[in-house]
Structure formats: structure tokens, C-alpha cells
């Protein structure tokens, strides 16, 4: 599988997983925007790149990307204000938060396996 495949598994997973939480804001993989298409490729490769990273590493290389691209911490997710509640360190997430790392990475390790 490439990345983008798996990141596309990730992505509904994480969708689905949102959904069971009453959270309805996450899009379809089609109809997401590209900046997060390509956010769940970065942490694709990321997970490629260090299987062994904990799921504290990938919220943490998740906040440094979103740092550079110039976002910052606020109450709710606003896109045109590029703020996010989840722009904290990784033991300031709730744990419904942290649960959305170990998802993601058990499934992009799980597709990446043999590869």
C-alpha cells in the first residue's frame, strides 16, 4: 500500500472513531481538504519512519508540523484562524484526544507491515 492509502484508512478510522463521540466535523477522505490529506500522509511516514514511536512522539511530530505551518492553540478547530484545541502537549490531551494517536498509528503500522 502507498502512504496515501494508508493515510486514507487512517483518516476514516479517525472519522469513524470522531462520530462515536458525537463529533461530526471530520470530512470523507474525498471531501477533506488537501492540507489534511496531506497532514495524515506526513503521519504516515512518520509512523514508516519510526515504527517504534510512541503515540506521544506522533502527536508531537504532528504539533511541530502544524507549528510551522503557523497554527496555535484555541478552544475549537478554525481553520481560516488556524487554531486547534488538540495544539497542546500530548499529557495535556484528553483522553478521548490521546485514544485518536494510538488509532492512527496501530492501523498505519498494521498496513505497514511487509512493506
Known amino acids: ?3 496515501e492509502d494508508i ?3 487512517c483518516h476514516e478510522a479517525n472519522r469513524a472513531y470522531c462520530r462515536s463521540l458525537g463529533d461530526t466535523s471530520q470530512m470523507p477522505w474525498e471531501e477533506s481538504p ?3 490529506r496531506v497532514s495524515a ?3 504516515v511516514e512518520f509512523i514508516r519512519d519510526t515504527p ?3 503515540p506521544s512522539a506522533s502527536h508531537e511530530s504532528w504539533l ?3 507549528n510551522r505551518e503557523g497554527w496555535k492553540f484555541g478552544p475549537e478547530k478554525n481553520v481560516e484562524l488556524k487554531e486547534h484545541p488538540c495544539f ?3 499529557d495535556q490531551l484528553p483522553a478521548d484526544q490521546r485514544r485518536k494517536d494510538h488509532i492512527f498509528g496501530a492501523i498505519a503500522r498494521a498496513c ?3 512493506v
Do not use: H, I, N, T
Open 1 to 3: 500500500m502507498k502512504s
Open 112 to 114: 505497514l507491515v511487509g
Open 64 to 66: 511541530a508540523e502544524k
Open 7 to 9: 493515510a486514507r484508512v
Open 34 to 36: 488537501e492540507w489534511q
Open 52 to 54: 517504534d514511536a510512541a
Open 41 to 43: 500522509v506526513k503521519g
Open 88 to 90: 497542546v502537549p500530548y
